[in-house]
């Protein structure tokens, strides 16, 4: 019984229909079909999944972000991240590792941070002997990163599914999205020097001189991640009142510090944001319906038979619930992976013992995975429909980036003092 939404879902998403509306009509069919409760009850539920008050943040964070990119900011971000590492051998491909994980400290979409940095970053790599394939499987993989490092919007979903704290979440992502860009990083300078690809020779971009021009270039760009920290720390704002400080903060910069757009840039501006806030809310309101289905089909009192029947402890439950999702994540967008999942999973995660917040990590660390995995990683489409390199090419690229992320997982489960240490420290529960 539980595998027909799942195939429902996935013959329609097959025959291209948006995800959202693929999710809404497998959970209406379901119901109807084997008569699990009246349908009456749908309105009252897609209207309750998109109520709730942390939610109201997506919009504003998605807004800074687009103004930042209209802006043309990201070219400050990105020479910045190659005055750091340029000198390194392969340099500019570590310098998009770098300036993927300084833009993901502006914006919270994973896809943004990819599209962003992708046609630049291509054209550069492939300049230092990269294959065009490795280097679009590199900016896709290090995009990604941008969903464990707030402003996350991906969190700001958990966080308001779950009602645990938003700021926890932010801080709990800082260091595993650390580790994640470290790791990358350091992949990339090992297969440079393994295959002799060139590095940036020219003090004129990676001197000490270039170096401080590139800050103060970016400076307050960089200064936003630093604004919305501030604000959970400090415990004087909530969430949706800091997502929209940071929606001024980014007009005031893109307007009027550095004069990168017009008032009359505005209006598109705001509505390429209204259009994907309303994709993201419809994958949300769909996601929670299909939830409520398999809640109806005895979903989670199936899976925790399961764990009473073989003894799982909590890292076991974690690894098995990973290898779910990894085979979901091949099928199924990022936002629906996490809205479907978690009311099912998480209130078990809970009751095992595990701290709602290392599972949210584990979980964010999952839909990054997906966000690279073939055939539906949406951030593979991202870079093949920004540098018009075949899918095919970047396909063969992506694995080690994968191993590597799957990798970090399981450290990540098996350590979770990497995610909770820092807000433990900064951010204590009450």
């Known amino acids: 019984m539980i595998a027909i939404p799942f195939a429902i879902l996935l013959a329609l998403i097959v025959l291209g229909m948006p995800i959202g509306f693929a999710l809404i009509t497998a959970a209406v069919v379901t119901l109807y079909v084997l008569g699990l409760a009246p349908i009456t009850f749908i309105p009252d539920v897609l209207g309750d999944s998109v109520q709730h008050f942390t939610l109201l943040a997506i919009p504003f964070f998605l807004l800074a972000a687009e103004l930042l990119s209209a802006g043309g900011l990201i070219d400050r971000i990105f020479d910045l991240a ?6 390194l051998r392969g340099g500019m491909g570590a310098a998009c590792v770098v300036a993927t994980g300084l833009f993901a400290g502006v914006q919270g979409s994973s896809a943004a941070d990819a599209a962003a940095i992708g046609k630049i970053g291509v054209t550069g790599m492939k300049k230092q002997g990269y294959r065009e394939g490795f280097a679009a499987a590199l900016i896709a993989a290090s995009g990604a990163t941008a969903i464990l490092i707030p402003p996350s919007i991906a969190m700001l979903i958990y966080a308001s599914m779950v009602n645990v704290s938003v ?8 260091v595993p999205g650390v580790l994640n860009v470290l790791a990358f990083l350091l992949y990339v300078v090992w297969r440079a020097d393994k295959l002799g690809w060139k590095r940036e ?21 960089m200064m936003l991640p630093v604004f919305v920290l501030y ?3 400090s415990g004087d704002l909530t969430a949706t009142e800091i997502s929209t400080a940071c929606a001024v903060y980014s007009a005031v910069v893109a307007l009027w510090v550095y ?6 840039d505005m209006w598109p501006v705001i509505m390429q944001t209204a259009r994907t806030t309303i994709n993201i809310f419809t994958i949300i309101a769909g996601a929670v319906l ?5 809640t109806f089909l005895n979903a989670p009192q199936l899976i925790f038979e399961f764990i009473e029947h073989y003894h799982l402890n909590a890292w076991q439950f974690l690894i098995a619930i990973s290898a779910i999702m990894f085979i979901l994540g091949m099928f199924m967008e990022a936002v629906s992976l996490n809205v479907m999942t978690t009311p099912i999973l998480a209130p078990i995660a809970i009751k095992l013992g595990i701290d709602p917040v290392h599972y949210g990590i584990v979980l964010i660390f999952n839909i990054e995975i997906a966000l690279i995995t073939p055939p539906v ?11 018009k390199i075949p899918l095919a090419k970047i396909f063969r690229e992506v694995l080690p980036f994968v191993t590597i992320l799957v990798l970090l997982l399981f450290v990540v489960i098996l350590i979770p003092q990497i995610s909770l240490w820092l807000p433990d420290r900064l951010l204590p529960a009450n």
């Open 231 to 233: 604000g959970f720390y």
């Open 82 to 87: 190659r005055a750091l590492v340029g000198r």
């Open 377 to 387: 990683g949406l951030n593979l489409f991202v870079l093949a429909g920004a540098t």
């Open 259 to 264: 004069r990168t757009i017009s008032m009359r």
């Open 201 to 221: 020779e020219s003090g004129e971009f990676t001197g000490m001189r270039a170096k401080l021009n590139a800050a103060k270039r970016a400076f307050w760009v």
């Open 167 to 174: 700021g926890r979440m932010f801080f709990a992502g800082i």
């Open 290 to 294: 299909l939830s409520k289905v398999l």
